[in-house]
């Protein structure tokens, strides 16, 4: 019985691998994006997004090539699906001015509560790792930001 459980379990995990994820990306021009509308005004703070976040509020993805492993590849674009509904900073301009506000100021609240970037991310991506002062400066940056 528990032989066949495990042959069946094998030969699922066999089939999920026929169905792997594409690697989108959708074209956005680079006058669009929240951190080159930056300039180079807060490299620090950039840099911070660019490591933390873009890989799922952006359409730069890096998608590593474990994702092409099922179903770890199903749960990793479910979050840079979800990421890129709430906030997309490769279409930051097609934001209105209040949702802009909206946007950073829900940054800062969820730096603020330990929700982003997303522990099961931060774990598989070290530079993504924010210290105590990094966290700070960057709660400090959308505070000012939203409050613009
Ligand atoms: C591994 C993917 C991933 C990374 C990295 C990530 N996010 Fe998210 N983010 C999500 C997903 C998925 C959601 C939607 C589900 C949720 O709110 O938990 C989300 C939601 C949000 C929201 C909306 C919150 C709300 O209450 O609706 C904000 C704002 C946000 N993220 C900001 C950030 C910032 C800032 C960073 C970088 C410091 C970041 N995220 C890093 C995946 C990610």
Known sequence: M?????????VVLL???FFPIKHENPDSP?????????????PEAQKMIKDAC?????????????????P??????????????????SNWSDYSPKEKIHHLQECKEVLEEN???MKSYTWMHP?????KEQKQQLISFFEAAGSK
């Open 127 to 131: 530079p993504s790792k924010l210290s």
């Open 54 to 70: 873009y890989d799922c509020h952006s359409n730069n993805t890096v998608y590593p090539s474990y994702t092409r492993v099922q």
């Open 115 to 117: 929700r982003m970037p």
């Open 72 to 89: 770890l590849g199903w749960f990793i674009r479910s979050h840079i699906r979800g990421g890129r509904m709430k906030v997309n900073f």
């Open 15 to 17: 089939v999920i691998q």
């Open 2 to 10: 528990k032989k066949k459980i495990f042959l069946a379990l094998l």
């Open 30 to 42: 680079a006058e669009k994006d929240f951190i080159v509308s930056l300039g180079s005004e807060y």
